[in-house]
């Protein structure tokens, strides 16, 4: 609150308190000296005076009012100027640091003018220097300025002439390159026609090779060559089995027989007769230890591993033999016939090579699997000729087509097993007795002209 304000207010207190007392006095003398005044004038009184000093606040409330609005307007007036002076501070500030960077940078051109200063200096003296270079030392140097160019002009000379070779250069080449291209043709043009021929001779090769198979598939041998070939393919066969007889006596059997090695495609066998091995198909059968053997030819001699039963005719035995074996013992391997009834003749050679001979051969329909050989049309043509079972019967063109498994019938081969014993020194385990009581039941069942 405002000091004037405050003044006023205590003065109005003052008045008052004076007013009371006055009246209070009044009263008083009333009661003493003044016995017919009355009581109602003392609350005129205070009414008057009341009103007196509202009268009096409301007129300093007033006047307080404008001076407030006085001090306001000014207080405006003043945070005005004072933004201002604060906008003009600020540019101020922003001019003198402007002014500060300009002097900066005059600053740095200065001392960037006197170095430039000191090096026009140092170059003047240097060229002062050089001015004061001696009349012979400028000839020299006009001597050698004419003596490169002479080397340039010569330089320029030798650079025209090996252009000129280089133009020439490259005609040659362009010529070269054209010469090239027509011989690369050519070259092509060879090798194409070469390809072409090879590829002819190959398939003339082919068609030749073919039609040599053919030829020789079809083409009947004579019964002398394939006799021949047999003696010096065959491969002999030795058999051992062994063991104990009546009273612990040895009761070992051995067997020998000359044979061939055969093949259908896949595998490579060695067969024979059952009664070319100490192997004896009855019931009961024989139980044997042991059993081995080799197969020899010339100088060659490789084991017999296992002996199989052939499914179709047990009397047909076959051996296994591996294709390092076969090289080994380096002897033909006949092929199994691809087609038995291709001729009409066929070639018996005795087992013991002692005889062979040419004979017909008929399909029999009661007995599948078999070819019968014709007895009526034998033709001997080295010794006595009586086939017997064992002997190896040959198509006319040289292949294998079996075995006789008796004076009239060959089985086909399939080497398809019916039972295996396996060789070795204790057989006891595979009770060979079994085994060969089996097989013999099959042939024994068999239709008897078979037998």
């Not at 691809?338 to 005795?350: G, H, I, L, R, T």
Request: net charge neutral; charged share 20%; proline share 4%.
């Amino acid at each position: 609150m405002n000091r004037s304000i405050l003044i006023v207010i205590c003065d109005f207190l003052l008045l008052s308190l004076l007013t009371f007392s006055t009246d209070l006095s009044k009263v008083g003398g009333i009661d003493e000296g003044a016995p017919n005044a009355t009581a109602e004038d003392a609350p005129k009184t205070a009414d008057s005076n009341a009103k007196e000093l509202g009268a009096v606040m409301k007129q300093a409330l007033t006047e307080e009012q404008k001076n407030r609005e006085l001090l306001q307007a000014e207080l405006t007036k003043t945070r005005a100027l004072a933004q201002q002076q604060q906008v003009q501070l600020s540019q101020r500030e922003q001019q003198t640091q402007q002014l500060q960077q300009k002097q900066s940078t005059l600053e740095q051109q200065f001392a960037a003018a006197q170095a430039n200063i000191q090096n026009l200096t140092m170059k003047l003296q240097s060229t002062s220097a050089e001015a004061s270079m001696s009349k012979e030392q400028l000839a020299a140097r006009e001597a050698e300025i004419a003596k490169q160019k002479a080397a340039v002009d010569a330089l320029q000379k030798q650079l025209t002439q090996l252009n000129g070779q280089l133009q020439a250069a490259q005609t040659d080449k362009r010529v070269a390159v054209g010469q090239l291209a027509v011989m690369q043709q050519q070259v092509a043009d060879t090798r194409a026609q070469n390809v072409r021929l090879s590829e002819g001779l190959k398939t003339l090769a082919t068609n030749s090779s073919a039609l040599t198979q053919e030829i020789r598939d079809n083409r009947a041998e004579a019964p002398n060559a394939i006799f021949s070939e047999f003696i010096t393919n065959c491969v002999q066969a030795n058999f051992v089995a062994s063991r104990s007889g009546f009273l612990g006596m040895d009761a070992s059997k051995g067997k020998a027989s000359e044979t061939i090695l055969a093949t259908d495609g896949a595998n490579v066998f060695a067969l024979c007769h059952v009664q070319d091995t100490p192997l004896t198909l009855w019931d009961p059968g024989t139980d044997w230890e042991g059993l081995t053997g080799t197969l020899n030819h010339d100088i060659a001699q490789v084991p017999i591993r296992a002996l199989s039963f052939d499914r179709q005719d047990p009397r047909v035995v076959f051996m296994p033999v591996t294709a390092a074996e076969a090289a080994k013992l380096g002897c033909r391997i006949y092929p199994v016939a691809s087609d038995p009834y291709k001729f009409q003749d066929a070639v018996v050679v005795s087992k013991q090579a002692d005889y062979y001979g040419q004979c017909s051969f008929q399909l029999d329909l009661n007995t599948p699997g078999y070819v019968k050989l014709d007895r009526n049309l034998l033709k001997g043509l080295f010794g006595k000729f009586n086939p017997s079972r064992g002997d190896l019967v040959f198509s006319r063109n040289g292949e294998l087509l079996g075995i006789m498994a008796n004076n009239t019938y060959c089985p086909l081969l399939h080497f398809i097993p019916a039972a295996t014993l396996q060789f070795g020194p204790d057989v006891r385990s595979q009770h060979t007795g079994d085994t060969l009581a089996r097989m013999y039941s099959i042939v024994f069942h068999a239709p008897s002209r078979l037998q």
